[in-house]
């Protein structure tokens, strides 16, 4: 039976994380309108836009009000035995781990990498159209640069790479992808 404490605690959770959850979408659709549909001129704002809110969800789910509601929420589910409990349990260990890492990182550099990272599709675009990398090649530097800078955040054993691909190959290493393809 559930009382009704923690029914509370698990839908002011869900209910803050279904906020972050749109958000993310409506940053998804910003970001494809701007590769896929935006005219030229409006790139540079839309840029802006995309910058402010990536900072905005990472500042609203990096902070202290979402941890502790996500650890509240996860310890009320570790205290019995319900239906769900293990899906939850797993959830709840991905949840942390990415919140964990991702608050590793400030507000500033999410925001800067998303605005620059923006205004380097429509750079790419031209350049590639053109033949003209001389053209990408000052922004790349720049997202290269912004990489370095999360890769020190996160913090790495060996490589730098290595806390990058944690992002999107959680457990690999530069050096196996090197005897893969190299």
Known sequence: ???SKR???FTEYRTAYQEIYTFRNILSVLQWDSEITLPEEGRAERGLQIGLLSGLIHSKYTGENFYK???KAREEN???ILPGQEQRKIEFERLFQDLNRSRL???ELVEEFSITTSKAHSIWAKARKENRFE???PILSKIVEL???QAECYGYQTESYDALLENYEPGERAANLRKIYF
Request: aromatic content about 10%; glycine content about 0%; proline content about 0%.
């Open 105 to 107: 990182l400030s507000q």
């Open 78 to 80: 570790e205290q019995k």
């Open 1 to 3: 039976r559930f009382d």
């Open 135 to 137: 053209d990408f090649a």
């Open 69 to 71: 509601l996500a650890a």
């Open 7 to 9: 029914i509370k605690i």
């Open 147 to 149: 990489s370095k800078k």
